[in-house]
């Protein structure tokens, strides 16, 4: 595991995007896993304005969300789908063809998730994995559990994330109680996995997921074990683990 310090939100989202954009530049037919939520803001907003000036490139560069909820369409604003529209793929030249998302409204969880495997197998894998992480140490939706689950599921949401993402909603009731998300499989074989984490209300869940065992109790801390993952976190976020230092 490699840690990339960062003083502020602002200063990770930069170094995350530094990231993000020479993988794209040195392989322009890149797969990217993305993630949703406030923690890749800061690193579309830079890839969007280095793309604007022709720094980078998305015209080949294939994407695959990590997650989207149970019940959502493409149309609902809280969907994933709308998210990363809104935030990414509408303001950079990317081929809307290439772009890859749980299809929330698919009501036969079997046939989603299997399409959705196969369609990562099919691309080939991803070669850099984005991921934020939950303040119960979740990767995706991937919640603290009794085992590590391989494969992209249809997963009921603790009430820990139906509390934390009730701030993109009208109240806690109208979030939706199940996401279809990538399975911890599909998100350790990446080839390299990159999570961007800051603020002092994650400091424990970094200090969980990478100073203690590795147990899907925690499900970040399987990153430990991942040969090319790089954390790059505020000093906020790094509070509580000075054994990260
Ligand atoms: C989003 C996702 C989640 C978030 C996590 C942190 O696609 O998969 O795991 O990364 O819930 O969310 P924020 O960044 O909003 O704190």
């Keep these: 595991m490699r840690l990339i310090r960062a003083k502020d939100t602002h200063d990770a989202g930069r170094k995350a995007a530094n990231i993000i954009s020479a993988q794209v530049i040195l392989k322009p037919d890149s797969v990217l896993g993305l993630a949703t939520g406030s923690s890749p803001l800061g690193i579309y907003q830079q890839l969007i304005r280095w ?3 022709g720094d980078v490139d998305f015209s080949q560069t294939r994407t695959v969300n990590l997650d989207e909820y149970v019940g959502l369409g493409p149309e609902n604003e809280n969907s994933y789908h709308s998210f990363m529209h809104r935030n990414l793929f509408s303001q950079i030249n ?16 079997d046939k989603e998730c299997r399409r959705y495997d196969a369609l990562i197998r099919g691309l080939g ?3 850099i994995q984005l ?20 494969g992209t599921h249809r997963v009921d949401l603790s009430q820990s994330t139906i509390d934390a993402n009730s701030r993109f909603f ?17 998100i350790v074989q990446a080839e390299r996995v990159v999570m961007i984490v800051t603020g002092a209300h994650k400091a424990q869940a970094v200090h969980d997921a990478f100073c203690g065992p590795v147990t899907p ?23 509580l683990s000075p054994e990260l230092a």
């Design 94 to 109: 990317i081929d809307p063809a290439n772009v890859h998302i749980p299809n929330g409204l698919e009501p036969d969880a």
């Design 217 to 239: 109790m925690v499900p970040a801390s399987i990153l430990q074990l991942h040969r090319n993952f790089i954390l790059v976190a505020d000093e906020d976020a790094l509070s």
């Design 125 to 127: 894998g991803v070669d």
């Design 51 to 53: 793309c604007g000036r």
């Design 131 to 150: 991921l934020g992480l939950g303040n119960n140490a979740h990767i995706g939706f991937n919640e603290p559990a009794d085992c590590f689950v391989k």
């Design 170 to 186: 009208a109240d806690a009731s109208q979030v939706p109680r199940q996401a279809y998300t990538m399975g911890m499989l599909d």
